[in-house]
């Protein structure tokens, strides 16, 4: 049973905005910190931001500084990332991480459990 859920890729055009979300199943994770990472076909995953347990500490990759905002409401054990400024660079699968720490981390490998990721495309 995935206990991480991620929902909002679509299709999008350059310039546009977008949110993505992140539904934890398990109530237990609500202080874990977590992460966004993405991946594109033939490349491996790489980090988009990551946020602390009680968000007091957040991170962001360079090609998301300033366009990606990452949030989180534990109360709803969700996870957002609001995407803007959207480039074609920016097509990828991503995907919703947490470990189970409050402590924020930016390594993938640092990441326990994992969604099965939501796309995002560009229209040709």
């Known amino acids: 049973q995935a206990q991480l859920v991620e929902s909002g890729g679509e299709e999008v055009q350059p310039g546009d905005s977008l949110t993505l979300s992140c539904k934890s199943s398990?109530?237990?994770?609500?202080?874990?910190?977590k992460g966004w990472f993405r991946q594109v076909p033939g490349k491996d995953r790489e980090f988009v931001a990551a946020v602390s347990g009680f968000a007091d500490e957040i991170a962001y990759a360079d090609s998301a500084k300033g366009r990606f905002t990452i949030s989180r409401d534990n109360d709803k054990n969700l996870l957002f990332l609001q995407l803007t400024k959207l480039t074609p660079d920016d097509a990828a699968v991503y995907y919703c991480a947490a470990r189970p720490t409050a402590t924020m981390s930016t390594t993938e490998k640092s990441y326990y459990y994992w969604g099965r990721g939501t796309r995002v495309t560009f229209s040709s």
């Open positions: 398990n109530s237990a994770w609500k202080n874990f910190a």
